[in-house]
C-alpha cells in the first residue's frame, strides 16, 4: 500500500498515538496470535524481516528463505512475495513450545504488536514519516496482561525497529521499481527473467554481516539502470 497523505487521518478510523504517549501490553507469550492464520493475514516478510531473522539464526538469507518462507507471486505487483510458513498444525514456523525463536528480531509487524503504523507524508520536509496507533487487541483475540507500561518509543526501542525505518522505506522504493520493470515486459521469457531478477535483487544479493541500507540503495540503483528511461528524465540527452 502506498504511503497516504497527512490530510487523510481524518478519514481513518484509528487510535493514533504519539511517541511520548503510553499504553499497557505485556506479551505472555501463549502464542495463540501466532497459530491458525488465514492465507488472507498470514505474515509478508520483507527483505529487512528476512535480513533481520538471518542475524539472529546465523543463516544466510536465502537459507531463510528456503526453510521459513513461501514464495508467492503478487497479482498486480507481479514480484515475488514472501510468506511465513506455517506448520501443518497452523502454528508460525518460528514457534517453538509456545515460544517465538526469533523474539528479539521478529517480522517488524510482530514487533510493533500491539501496534500498528501508516506512512504519511510530511508536506514541509517532503518525506514520508512514520505515524503509529494502538490496535484493540482483544478484539482481536490477543490474551496479552495489561500490567506492565510502556511508550511508544520505549517499544520502538526494545525490539529495535527505528534503525531500520530507513531500509522499510527503501524496501518499499525497490518493490515498486522491480514492479515497473516487470509490469514493461512483453514476452512471458521477458517476465521471467524479470521475476528471478526482482526476486534476487530485493531478497538473496545481500550479507547479513553488513549494513543492509548501503546494501538495498546499490540494488536500487542496479535495479532502476536497467531501464533507465522508466525511471529518469532523460529528455534533455
Known amino acids: 500500500m502506498q504511503p497516504l ?7 481513518l478510523d484509528q487510535n493514533f498515538i504519539k511517541k511520548d504517549q503510553s499504553f499497557k501490553y505485556r506479551c505472555t507469550q501463549c502464542g495463540e496470535w501466532c497459530r491458525n492464520k488465514p ?39 507481479m514480484l515475488p ?3 511465513m510458513k506455517q506448520r501443518l498444525d497452523g502454528s508460525c514456523i518460528f514457534l517453538r513450545k509456545g515460544k517465538c525463536t526469533v523474539q528479539d528480531n521478529k517480522p517488524l509487524v510482530c ?8 506512512e504519511f507524508l510530511n508536506e514541509e520536509t517532503g518525506e514520508y514519516d512514520f505515524h503509529y496507533y494502538l490496535k484493540d487487541f482483544r478484539k482481536e483475540g490477543c490474551h496479552a496482561a495489561e500490567d506492565e507500561e510502556w511508550t511508544v518509543q520505549q517499544w520502538l526501542d526494545r ?22 520493470l ?29 549494513p543492509l541500507k548501503e546494501q538495498m540503495a ?10 533507465p528511461s522508466l525511471f529518469f528524465n532523460l529528455a534533455g540527452n
Do not use: W
Open 5 to 11: 497523505n497527512k490530510k487523510h487521518v481524518k478519514n
Open 39 to 77: 492465507l488472507e493475514d498470514r505474515i509478508l516478510l520483507s527483505t529487512v524481516d528476512i535480513y533481520r531473522a538471518a542475524g539472529m539464526l546465523e543463516l544466510e538469507m536465502q537459507d531463510v528463505i528456503s526453510r521459513y518462507c513461501d514464495m508467492v507471486p503478487g497479482k498486480e505487483s
Open 81 to 83: 512475495l514472501m510468506l
Open 111 to 118: 514487533a510493533l504488536y500491539p501496534l500498528g503504523r501508516m
Open 159 to 180: 525490539f529495535n525497529v527505528e534503525p531500520y525505518d530507513d531500509c522499510v522505506k527503501l524496501y518499499r522504493e525497490l518493490g515498486a521499481a522491480c514492479s515497473k
Open 182 to 210: 516487470m509490469h514493461s515486459c512483453d514476452t512471458d521469457e521477458e517476465k521471467r527473467e524479470m521475476f528471478g531478477t526482482s526476486f534476487y535483487m530485493m531478497f538473496v544479493k545481500y550479507d547479513r554481516k553488513q
Open 218 to 227: 546499490l540494488n536500487l540503483a542496479f535495479v532502476r539502470s536497467l531501464k
